[in-house]
């Protein structure tokens, strides 16, 4: 049986899986399915000790349970989102909607059904990297000479993609991958409206299996992140029905 450690950092060029679960069951066929992929694992067994670690010695992705005792997924999710925007998958009960509203809500990229199939949490794990991938572990920036990622900036918006970096009226605005890459797409055209399935595109694009009120979720949680800088911020409009909208007047 694997057992929960904190295993040290990975070596230049290698990728840090951390998962979080009390099943061992699962900890150990996880991180076994993982190793064969080519990624580092580090598991813990509950939310309280991977806390500080994750804080500490930060993994690239981390995968949590939501049902752990100690610290649940959704608290365990709310710390690290105070301090680190480190990318998140969750595992829910299967057709708890309620679960993953909330993980969503709280700053989740992801979440995937129990029971789960490996390879899917393989892809989708993959699939997170490759947005971040602009973004160093430990909120590091690596610095993009892309051309086609210029800086966008809309009234008081202002993007650097290269950076993933966010203001509002010179304010910083810390988000998610997830997040940013959905209000990339909006930014881009202001005044156009974007379908959830488009915005879903833009977010997820190697990823066809996302329930459209993810972006709901993602949607409400970046509006109250611009509110709590500004809170008159209205930029981005919901079009009942069709989808969402940036206006910069």
Same mark, same amino acid.
């Given at each position: 049986?694997?057992?929960?450690?904190?295993?040290?950092?990975?070596?230049?060029?290698?990728?840090?899986?951390?998962?979080?679960?009390?099943?061992?069951?699962?900890?150990?066929?996880?991180?076994?399915?993982?190793?064969?992929?080519?990624?580092?694992?580090?598991?813990?067994?509950?939310?309280?000790?991977?806390?500080?670690?994750?804080?500490?010695?930060?993994?690239?992705?981390?995968?949590?349970?939501?049902?752990?005792?100690?610290?649940?997924?959704?608290?365990?999710?709310?710390?690290?989102?105070?301090?680190?925007?480190?990318?998140?998958?969750?595992?829910?009960?299967?057709?708890?909607?309620?679960?993953?509203?909330?993980?969503?809500?709280?700053?989740?990229?992801?979440?995937?059904?129990?029971?789960?199939? @490996?390879?899917? &949490?393989? !892809? +989708?794990?993959?699939? #997170?990297?490759? =947005?971040?991938?602009?973004?160093?572990?430990?909120?590091?920036?690596?610095?993009?000479?892309?051309?086609?990622?210029?800086?966008?900036?809309?009234?008081?918006?202002?993007?650097?993609?290269?950076?993933?970096?966010?203001?509002?009226?010179?304010?910083?605005?810390?988000?998610?991958?997830?997040?940013?890459?959905? @209000?990339?797409? &909006?930014? !881009? +055209?202001?005044?156009? #409206?974007?379908? =959830?399935?488009?915005?879903?595109?833009?977010?997820?694009?190697?990823?066809?299996?996302?329930d459209d009120?993810?972006?709901?979720?993602?949607?409400?949680?970046?509006?109250?992140?611009?509110?709590?800088?500004?809170?008159?911020?209205?930029?981005?409009?919901?079009?009942?029905?069709?989808?969402?909208?940036f206006t910069?007047?």
């Open positions: 049986m694997l057992e929960p450690t904190d295993a040290p950092m990975g070596k230049r060029g290698e990728t840090v899986i951390a998962l979080v679960d009390d099943d061992r069951n699962i900890l150990t066929t996880v991180s076994i399915a993982l190793q064969a992929e080519g990624f580092v694992t580090r598991v813990y067994s509950d939310g309280e000790t991977a806390l500080k670690a994750l804080l500490e010695n930060p993994p690239d992705l981390a995968v949590f349970d939501i049902k752990m005792p100690k610290m649940d997924g959704h608290e365990l999710l709310r710390r690290v989102r105070a301090k680190s925007d480190l990318p998140v998958i969750f595992l829910t009960s299967k057709d708890d909607e309620a679960d993953e509203e909330v993980g969503l809500e709280l700053g989740a990229d992801d979440y995937i059904a129990k029971p789960f199939s @490996l390879r899917l &949490l393989t !892809a +989708r794990i993959r699939a #997170i990297l490759r =947005r971040a991938e602009t973004a160093a572990p430990g909120g590091e920036v690596r610095i993009s000479a892309d051309p086609v990622n210029p800086s966008i900036a809309r009234g008081k918006l202002f993007m650097d993609p290269a950076r993933h970096q966010v203001t509002w009226a010179d304010q910083p605005v810390s988000l998610t991958v997830t997040e940013f890459l959905i @209000l990339e797409a &909006l930014a !881009a +055209r202001p005044g156009v #409206i974007k379908s =959830r399935n488009q915005l879903m595109d833009a977010a997820y694009p190697d990823d066809i299996f996302v009120r993810t972006v709901d979720s993602h949607i409400k949680r970046m509006r109250r992140k611009f509110r709590a800088v500004d809170p008159e911020f209205s930029a981005i409009e919901t079009l009942y029905g069709a989808g969402y909208s910069d007047g």
